[in-house]
């Protein structure tokens, strides 16, 4: 999660979409991508309680 920002930063203006596992499954990562306007293809922890789509 640490590394996101920093790597998000460097790619959020030459993707259209993140495709990433369970780990990046987290609101405030989702949220970053959303407002970037870049689809979150991330597969739902089995514990969270929220769909976020």
């Given at each position: ?8 930063g ?44």
């Amino acid at each position: 999660m640490k590394g996101f920002g920093p790597l998000f930063g460097m790619l959020a203006d030459r993707i259209e979409a993140l495709l990433a596992d369970k780990g990046y499954d987290a609101d405030a990562i989702r949220q970053e991508l959303a407002k970037a306007d870049v689809e979150a293809v991330i597969p739902t922890k089995s514990n969270r309680r929220i769909d976020p789509a």
